[in-house]
Every structure is written in structure tokens, then in C-alpha cells.
């Protein structure tokens, strides 16, 4: 990536981050400290490519997301957006060093789906119905099977 492309990124993130703080300054207040300390991580991690500054860039980051994103959207819960933030770990890793960081998927899914509205009834379904989980896994081994190894998977040029 070249010096010009992560300027962009960095000027890019540090305008959302101003313009979603600036679009709910009513409830800004208490969330104001965690828009710019998660925002200083996010941008360190920008600039010197650290993995360890993204993390918790993006935690502190939804942390002030839901302080201000659960008084303005009733069913816009913390915990949902505290998932966002894990998510967004791989997100952000994947568009930016081209690199799939797969374990912040994990408290993210269970986080944001247990604050769903129904979210704790589809966590007991899917810990009742476990079984099937392992029909999916036999599934994508099954299919994994057919798949060249070092092959590309997409359907673009050079698969």
C-alpha cells in the first residue's frame, strides 16, 4: 500500500468517526472520550500498521458507538455494538492488510447475537440442535474435497 492510499484511509475513517460524532452531538457528551481514544488507536494502527493498535481501536470505538447509537435507535443495544467492534477487527484487517483474522468473529457473532431481540431464543435453538452443526462441517470437508489446493475461489481472472 502505498503512502498516498493510507493517508486516504486514515483521512477517510477520521471523517466517518467526525461526522457520526458530529450527526448525534446531542448524546456526544459521555461518548465523546471513547470517539477519540478508540479513533487515536485506529489512526496509529493507519499509520504504523500495528495489528495491536486495530483491536482496541475498534472496541474502545463501539464502545462510544453504543452510548450513542442505543439512545438513538431503541433496538440498537451496547452489546451489539460491542460486537460490531470485534467484527469490525476482521473487517478492517481484511480490506486494509489483505489478511483474514478469523478469532474476533467469535465474541462478536455470540455478542451481537444475544442482543438481538430473539437473539437468546436462536442461541438456545442452536445449542439444542447442535448435531447439525457437524452436518455442516461434514459438508464444507465434503466439498473441500472437490477444491484444487492453492487454487482461488471467487471466479475472477486466474481461478
Known sequence: MTQQQRQKMIAGVALVVLGLALYYLENLGNSLIFFLVGGGFLVAYFYRREF?????GCII??????SVGSSAFPDFTKGMALGLGFVAITVVALFYEKRFVWWPLIPGG?????NLPRGRE????VLDNWQLG????GVMIFIS???KPGSRSGGGPGS
Open 145 to 147: 474435497a472437490f477444491v
Open 110 to 114: 455470540v455478542l451481537f447475537l444475544l
Open 134 to 137: 457437524l452436518v455442516v462441517v
Open 52 to 56: 495491536g493498535m486495530l483491536i482496541p
Open 122 to 125: 436462536l442461541v438456545h435453538t
Open 61 to 66: 470505538l463501539s464502545l462510544g458507538l453504543g
